[in-house]
């Protein structure tokens, strides 16, 4: 059974930093494109980083640029985002996505398989 899962959500003060990390099991990450979105209260989901088999970057949401990044260590079959500067709008449940490529979609809403989500909160 593929799947994702998702830990290392949880409550920052803004300016703090968070690395979220996603497990696959069912399927080897290597050969993969994984990604990250996210969703906030009352908003639509939105792409956030996405990293391609080769270790090549795409970039979803300008908000994040500078602040975020994604990595992977395929021999522990796990993604990363690492969060930096965190603001209060930053505040949302993040999703591992897994495509059925070795390449990013050009839209998150392509990629077929999600995880459960974690939960964001930047607050004071």
């Known amino acids: 059974q593929v799947q994702l899962v998702e830990s290392g959500g949880g409550l920052v003060q803004p300016g703090g930093s968070l690395r979220l990390s996603c497990v696959a099991s069912?399927?080897?990450?290597?050969?993969?494109?994984i990604g990250w979105a996210r969703q906030a209260p009352g908003k639509e989901r939105e792409g956030v980083l996405c990293i391609d088999s080769s270790g090549g970057t795409t970039d979803y949401a300008d908000s994040v640029k500078g602040r975020f990044t994604i990595s992977r260590d395929n021999a522990k079959n796990t993604v990363y985002l690492q969060m930096n500067s965190l603001k209060p709008e930053d505040t949302a449940v993040y999703y591992c996505l897994a495509a059925a490529s070795p390449t990013c979609y050009y839209s998150p809403a392509s990629f077929g398989t999600w995880g459960q989500g974690t939960q964001v909160t930047v607050s004071s």
């Open positions: 069912g399927f080897i990450l290597d050969d993969y494109a």
